[in-house]
């Protein structure tokens, strides 16, 4: 069973940066196909901010690319997301996804990022 735990989330001005994690357990982070970074603001669908495939491939929605790096550790077993010039768009649940096809389909519970103008 693979669990994944977020954090690194919080309060911050428009401008600043946030490392968000996402720590693994069950599996090694290189079983997972794909590693997905989403979020979701209040009233808002949940949107796909960017993945890292098991290859170390990794793509970026346009609204963050250019300001959000995917990064992994392979020995803590974690991802991280790290987001850069923050826009008080930005401000959302961050969810990390891992899934791997017939096999599992997990997700996170959640950080809160609050980006203040």
């Known amino acids: 069973q693979v669990q994944l735990v977020e954090s690194g989330g919080g309060l911050v001005q428009a401008g600043g940066s946030l490392r968000l994690s996402c720590v693994a357990s069950g599996r090694s982070i290189l079983s997972f196909n794909v590693l997905a970074w989403h979020r979701q603001a209040p009233g808002n669908q949940r949107e796909r901010v960017g993945i890292?495939?098991?290859?170390?491939?990794?793509n970026y929605a346009d609204s963050v690319k250019g300001r959000f790096t995917i990064s992994r550790d392979v020995a803590k077993n974690t991802v991280y997301l790290q987001m850069d010039s923050l826009k008080p768009e930005d401000t959302a649940v961050y969810y990390c996804n891992a899934y791997r096809p017939f096999d599992f389909d997990a997700w996170g519970q959640g950080t809160q990022v609050t980006v203040s103008s």
């Open positions: 890292i495939t098991n290859g170390g491939g990794t």
